[in-house]
């Protein structure tokens, strides 16, 4: 998509390292009008992650939808002070900044192209670690406008309990609800993984104890998991009091070796019925919870990994509740060709 749109350089705070990959499988492309209906997913890297590996591996051709795969600059995302040489020339908290990257109108630019191209299927956002803290940025700064984040999956991270905002532009708000000239309240449907020994991002939250994660900087500290998914259910009009728990009978077995318990929590009664709002605690798994597959607890049935599988389920489940609202933006396989897009 770099290659032929503006999508890189009319960016803020961009180097020559932006790019933007556009996977459209055969199945959401309309020959005829070049509209697109299929859900239109994000997939961000983590810290010091490319995007190499992501058309090989997120399986949007065998589920429809249609990936997106920005490149971050430095291999990171700007959303909180990360390490040194980061090629960073602000202070998080200069708001103003027009030198480093402005991460929340680099997607909406993404996102306005991608519409004018004929993509007009809900967007959604997916990303392990600082990915994730870029999804949950995207999330509490959504609206119709600019930023219309239907669900995003969150692998390895949690929101920031402080600060409330962080980076340059105006959605750059760390919290849901912060920013209420930016966010609507049509709802964001949220799943969240996370592993219970993560030595990076901390189960319980607080300040990381690693200088990897925020280059030592004290001003942002994590809400714990289940507090997180607090805040998306207080947002989202759910039944924050009375989540459903259990373990759905599964268990979590790490490529590494070994099995874990899987404890797994879902807010129900939200105000927008379409909305989901679900978190999976991976017992003993840690920052590479992504590598986790889940089983039956008698080993008689795979139910998927967590990297796709659950994302992709997640997706579909969200899709099948908007499609109760909608039932004509859908394309089908009988009428359908490649398009300009490629």
């Not at 309309?30 to 058309?55: L, M, Q, R, W």
């Not at 920031?160 to 760390?174: A, C, E, Q």
């Not at 607080?206 to 259910?233: C, H, K, Q």
């Not at 019925?273 to 920052?287: K, M, N, P, R, S």
Request: glycine share 10%.
């Amino acid at each position: 998509l770099s290659d032929v749109t503006d999508v890189c350089t009319s960016a803020q705070g961009r180097t020559s390292m932006c790019k933007v990959e556009l996977d459209v499988p055969p199945s959401c492309s309309n020959n005829e009008e070049y509209t697109s209906y299929c859900p239109i997913v994000f997939f961000f890297h983590g810290a010091f992650g490319k995007i190499n590996d992501f058309k090989s591996n997120s399986d949007v051709h065998e589920k429809n939808v249609i990936g997106v795969y920005p490149q971050g600059e430095h291999n990171g995302w700007n959303t909180a002070p990360w390490r040194n040489g980061d090629g960073k020339k602000c202070s998080w908290d200069d708001f103003d900044c027009t030198k480093d990257p402005d991460e929340g109108a680099f997607v909406a630019g993404i996102i306005s192209t991608l519409r004018d191209m004929g993509a007009k299927g809900n967007i959604y956002a997916v990303g392990t670690s600082m990915g994730g803290f870029l999804a949950n940025r995207l999330a509490s700064n959504s609206n119709e406008a600019t930023l219309p984040i239907k669900g995003i999956v969150t692998i390895a991270a949690e929101l920031f309990k402080t600060p409330l905002r962080s980076g340059p532009g105006d959605l750059n708000s760390n919290q849901p609800n912060n920013n209420n000239e930016s966010t609507n309240h049509l709802g964001v449907s949220v799943l969240n993984i996370m592993g219970t020994d993560d030595y990076l991002v901390p189960y319980e939250g607080g300040i990381p104890s690693s200088p990897l994660v925020f280059n030592g900087d004290t001003n942002f500290e994590f809400y714990s998991a289940l507090d997180s998914m607090r805040v998306w259910s207080d947002y989202n009009g759910c039944d924050t009091n009375n989540p459903i728990i259990g373990s759905d009978g599964i268990r979590s077995s790490r490529n590494t070796g070994g099995f874990g318990d899987v404890a797994f929590y879902r807010f129900p009664n939200c105000l927008n019925d379409a909305v989901i709002v679900e978190h999976y605690a991976i017992g003993g798994a840690e920052h590479n919870v992504g590598d986790t597959s889940i089983i039956q607890n008698n080993d008689s049935g795979f139910v998927g990994s967590i990297s796709f599988d659950l994302v992709h389920d997640f997706i579909q489940r969200c899709e099948e509740k908007q499609q109760n609202t909608d039932t004509t933006k859908t394309n089908t396989a009988d009428d359908i060709a490649l398009s300009q897009w490629w």
